[in-house]
């Protein structure tokens, strides 16, 4: 069963999502983080959902409040949100969603939870583990083609965005060129540590499922293996995957899912049962 669901956050602003409920009653309950310029709906990230339910995971995927996206799927209707993203939004976001599933608002309370994180997504989870674990009670953490800092920014580039006040990356998809205000950058010059994937994955001290495409040429496998070697885990490496796990976007729900696709959900399946009733 799905059902959509609207969360108002600390600003003011609407987190929108989809909970994936299995039939019987699930084992855990997961929340599926999108990438940089990615959200709810994009290519596998519901697939991904769907698969996990139906291997008895209750799944909510989510747009992130700064998305800039709503759920007409064809264009960033609000640039101007896009344009107030920051990594404290999302991590604020995940707490923000965390509380809807521990009070009641939507399903999943008193459930083992763990966070799931595509891409920068993958970077959100790992900061919102580090930074707030004691606040967030979670029992694991999964990325799939994380990236391993925050900013990959030349020093160069760096300067000329905050000289200018923000800088400008266009959409692939819709084509749209879209803002990035320099408060951006400006938050993690001004606290680094909290910017530090690598430190606050290890801070969590939660078991961790790191998976990583040998084909995805937009965060190189480097990223997942600095990743895997700081939470002194293994690498699951997804062999012959892209970043987006060799599947369109959009991809229908009823659609092959590619033998990385499949790989993914069977590694992070796992890893959900193994350690859901290890609390």
Known sequence: MNDAFTIINEHGLEILGDSHVPDQP??????????FKGYKDYGFIPLLAHDLCERGVLVHRFNFSTSGMTNDISTFARPDLFELDSWTRQVGDVRRVVQAVREGEIAGMNLPLFLIGHSRGGATALLSAGRH???????????????????????????????????????????????????????QLASPEAHDVLLQGSRCGLPACI?????????????????????????????????????????EIRATR?????KTTDEIARFIHEHAFIV
């Not at 084992?27 to 599926?32: E, I, M, N, P, W």
């Not at 590619?258 to 499949?262: G, Q, R, V």
């Open 211 to 251: 998976l990583h495409g040998d084909a995805d040429d937009a965060v190189e496998i480097s990223a997942g293996e600095a990743i895997a070697h700081k939470l002194n885990t293994p690498l699951i490496v997804l062999k012959n995957a892209n970043h987006v796990l060799n599947m369109p976007n959009p991809s």
């Open 133 to 187: 674990q004691d606040e967030l009670g979670l029992t694991g953490v999964a990325t799939i083609n994380a990236v391993d800092r925050c900013c990959r920014m030349s020093e160069t580039e760096q300067g000329a965005m905050l000289e200018r006040g923000y800088t400008i990356t266009q959409s692939a998809r819709t084509k749209q060129d879209l803002r990035i205000d320099a408060g951006w950058l400006r938050e």
């Open 258 to 262: 590619s033998p990385s696709l499949l």
């Open 26 to 35: 699930p084992v855990a309950c997961a929340l599926l983080l999108h990438g």
